[in-house]
């Protein structure tokens, strides 16, 4: 074959024209949704700012007495397990009143981003267990802050006043019994304040 005949290699043309730039409107339309994504996450640090600086603030040390009971040893507090069975709970229980009474908690140490919705599934879990509120309400949560609701429940009979709290460090179940059925509910949320500010300590 001549050697003319070989086909001839054909020059590889590349567009080396420069992208046109965005339209204006689209470059705004960016600009501005940056600006926006910008501003909505300063937004959320500002709005939830208490929430992060709440998060493990405390730590649960129960005092060796409260309201005039004392500490109940180790062995005494499986009783209190009844109301959860999340592991990792903690269960401390005071006697020795000359009233007969008995307050008894479980208190579990996490850090909460969402208290509010920690004490709705903490109720939610108490429910699904069989206890059952009467006028279970939102109430002062007191220095210690988060979120707190208190009411009344039966327990074999007996009545029993509960105040269930939550906040960025951990959750807890306060309740108070008597051997003669009389209890004080009308004081149970000022008590329950009274043992968080003693029992969450700083970490």
Sequence with gaps: MPENDHPQ??????????????PRSRRKFWLGAAVVGVLAVAAFGVVFADNFANLGAYKYSPPTH?????????????????????SGVSATTYLGG??????????????IFTPSSELDDLVARQRSNGVTFTDLHDVDPGERGGVMK???????????AVCDWADGSMWGVYDEMAEDGAIDPGGLAARARDFRKLAEVPS
């Design 9 to 22: 290699p054909t020059d590889l043309l590349v567009d080396v024209t420069p992208a046109a730039p965005l």
């Design 66 to 86: 409260f309201d005039g009971l004392q500490i109940a040893p180790k062995a005494s507090r499986s009783k209190v397990v009844r109301l959860n069975s999340d």
């Design 98 to 111: 000359e009233d007969g009474r008995t307050i008894f908690l479980t208190v579990s140490e996490q850090h």
């Design 150 to 160: 208190c009411g009344t429940t039966d327990y074999e009979g007996h009545p029993v």
